[in-house]
C-alpha cells in the first residue's frame, strides 16, 4: 500500500469541517503558517506540506484530534519548539500537524519532592525559572532552551551541556501523560519515587520522536543547585591535548558540570557574525578550544578556582595548553559561555549541513582526525566545523555551504558524503544520532547503530501502540 493510499489528507474538506467543531478558530489550513509549523530546522531537501494545523488548548482537544485522526485515517505530525534538526516535527504529505504550544502551564512545583509538572508544551527555559523561584534546578540545558518545548524535548531524550554532570533527559523524567493514537489517555509514572510494578512503559515514550504518542504533559525531577562554579575558556595546542585534558579533570577531585569543545573555524564564525575585530579574551588561538565548568567544592570558589589552576597549570608545562582565562564574575562567565552557545546561530547564515553523532569518549578526538580526512579527501570545497560534549562523546559536524553554491547542489554533495561518514561511525562503534534523533534524516543509517533484531522490535512496539500507522508516519524507519 502506498503512502496515498493508506492516508486522508487532513486537508479534506469535510475533515477540516470536523476538525473545526472540535477546535473552533484553532484550526489552521492556509497561509503562511502552514510553513512556519510544518517543519523544524532541518532542511532536508524534502517538501514541507501539511494539510492542516490544529492548535488545541486542552488534553481532551488532543483526545478528540487523534480519535477523528484515527477514524478518519489522517496522519499525525506532533510540533513542539521546532528546534529539531532531523525533520521529526516535518509534514511531508498532508498530514495534520498538532501544535502542543498553548499547553504551556507549569502545573505544579513540589519543593520537598523536588518534581515540577507540567504541560507539554512549556519551554524548558520555563521549567528552569520555575524550578529556580523555589530555589531548585532543572539541569538539562542547551542553547534552544528558550523556545524548545518539555514535551518535544522528551520525544527526543535532548541532551544538552550537562549531560556529564546530570544525564539526558530519561534521567530527569518521572511521569508522562500520554494520549496515545486511539484517543486514550495513559499515565505512566508521577510522583512515586518507587514503583517496581513490571514494565516501565515511561521509557519507551522517551525518545522515540511522536511515533508512539503524543506527550502532553510531564513530571520532571529537580535538583539543588551548587553553591557556584567556577568557569574557564581554554585553548589548546592541539586536538590530543582535548583528551589529556579532559583525564586530567576526571582524574582529580573536582567536581566537573560541563566540557564543551569547539574548533578554531567555530571561533572565526562566532566573530564574524557578531561583527567583532578579536576573538575573545583569548590572546593565543589554538586548533581546539574547551570551555569547562567546574562546581565549587565543600571549600568554596577560592579553593576550587585554585586547584583547577594548578590543573591547569600542569597542562600548560606539558605543552597541551596555550592559553586560559577564567571568569571572576557571573556576567564573565555567562561571556565565556556565550563563544559556545552563539555557535549554532553564526552558522545559520551558511545553511549547515549537519551531523551529531557520537563515539567513546576515549576515541573522540582519533574520530574528529579521521573525519577531517574524510571530509578533506571527498568534499575539499566545504568547510567542515566540529564542536560537541567531550564528557559524553557528542560530537557536532557541520558542513558549510560556501557563498557562490546553490543549496541543491551542497545538499547534493553532502548526502552523496553522508554514506562515507555514517560507515565511520559505524567503524568506531558509535551513534548515527546521539541527541538529535533520527527523523526523516537519519532513517537509512539506523542500522549503523542498530541491530535488525532491534529494529524489528521497535517496529513490532510500534504496531502495539499505533497499529494504523498514523502517528509521524515515515519517521525513523524506512
Not at 514494565?199 to 513530571?219: K, M, N, P
Request: contains cysteine.
Amino acid at each position: 500500500m502506498s503512502r496515498d493510499q493508506a492516508f486522508q489528507r487532513a486537508d479534506d474538506e469535510r475533515f477540516v469541517q470536523r476538525l473545526r467543531a472540535l477546535l473552533g478558530a484553532d484550526v489552521v489550513t492556509e497561509g503562511e503558517d502552514l510553513a512556519y509549523y510544518g517543519s523544524d530546522r532541518c532542511k532536508g531537501g524534502w517538501p514541507v506540506a501539511p494539510g492542516a494545523i490544529a492548535l488545541p488548548r486542552t488534553i481532551e482537544q488532543v483526545q478528540a484530534i487523534v480519535r477523528a485522526c484515527s477514524e478518519a485515517r489522517v496522519a499525525i505530525v506532533p510540533s513542539g519548539g521546532r528546534t529539531g534538526l532531523t525533520g521529526a516535527a516535518t509534514a511531508i504529505n498532508g498530514e495534520l500537524v498538532v501544535s502542543l504550544e498553548r499547553l504551556s502551564e507549569i502545573l505544579e512545583v513540589d519543593g520537598p519532592s523536588r518534581l515540577l509538572r507540567c504541560q507539554a508544551g512549556a519551554t524548558v527555559q520555563a521549567v528552569q525559572d520555575a524550578a529556580a523561584a523555589q530555589g531548585l534546578v532543572y539541569p538539562v540545558d542547551f542553547a534552544a532552551k528558550g523556545s524548545a518545548q518539555i514535551g518535544g524535548s522528551i520525544a527526543t531524550n535532548a541532551g544538552g551541556v550537562k549531560v556529564i554532570r546530570h544525564g539526558l533527559t530519561r534521567e530527569r523524567v518521572a511521569g508522562l501523560e500520554v494520549v496515545l493514537a486511539s484517543g486514550e489517555r495513559l499515565s505512566l509514572g508521577g510522583a512515586l519515587v518507587k514503583n517496581n510494578t513490571g514494565y516501565d512503559l515511561r521509557q519507551l515514550f522517551i525518545g522515540s520522536e511522536g511515533t508512539l504518542g503524543l506527550i502532553v504533559e510531564a513530571t520532571l525531577t529537580l535538583t539543588q543547585p551548587p553553591a557556584g562554579y567556577v568557569v574557564v575558556l581554554c585553548s589548546l595546542a592541539s586536538d590530543a591535548a582535548l583528551s589529556q585534558l579532559f583525564a586530567r579533570l576526571r582524574a582529580s577531585s573536582l567536581v566537573l558540570s560541563a566540557f564543551e569543545c569547539f574548533d578554531r573555524g567555530c571561533v572565526d564564525q562566532v566573530v564574524a557574525h557578531r561583527g567583532v575585530d578579536q576573538a575573545g579574551p583569548l590572546e593565543q588561538l589554538g586548533p581546539m578550544q574547551v570551555l569547562i565548568e567546574v562546581e565549587h567544592g565543600a571549600d568554596g570558589h577560592e579553593s576550587t578556582q585554585d586547584a583547577l589552576m594548578e590543573l591547569l597549570g600542569e597542562a600548560q608545562e606539558a605543552d597541551e595548553l596555550l592559553d586560559a582565562v577564567v571568569a571572576q564574575t557571573q556576567t564573565q562567565a555567562q561571556e565565556l559561555w556565550a563563544w559556545r552557545e552563539d555557535i549554532s546561530e553564526s552558522l545559520h547564515a551558511h545553511t549547515p549541513h549537519k551531523a551529531d553523532v557520537a563515539v567513546p569518549v576515549r576515541e573522540i578526538t582519533r574520530f574528529m582526525s579521521r573525519w577531517r580526512e574524510a571530509v578533506a579527501a571527498s568534499l575539499p570545497e566545504l568547510e567542515a566545523l566540529c564542536f560537541g560534549h567531550v564528557g559524553d562523546g557528542n560530537l557536532h559536524l557541520n558542513l558549510l555551504r560556501p557563498d557562490d553554491m546553490d543549496l541543491d547542489e551542497f545538499l547534493g554533495h553532502c548526502h552523496a558524503f553522508d554514506p562515507i561518514m555514517y560507515a565511520l561511525v559505524r567503524e568506531f562503534q558509535g551513534s548515527v544520532s546521539a541527541e538529535h534523533g533520527i527523523g526523516l534524516l537519519k532513517r537509512e543509517y539506523l542500522g549503523h547503530t542498530r541491530s535488525a533484531t532491534e529494529i524489528d522490535a521497535m517496529r513490532a512496539i510500534k504496531r502495539i501502540f499505533d497499529p494504523l500507522g498514523i502517528l509521524n508516519p515515515e519517521k525513523v524507519f524506512l
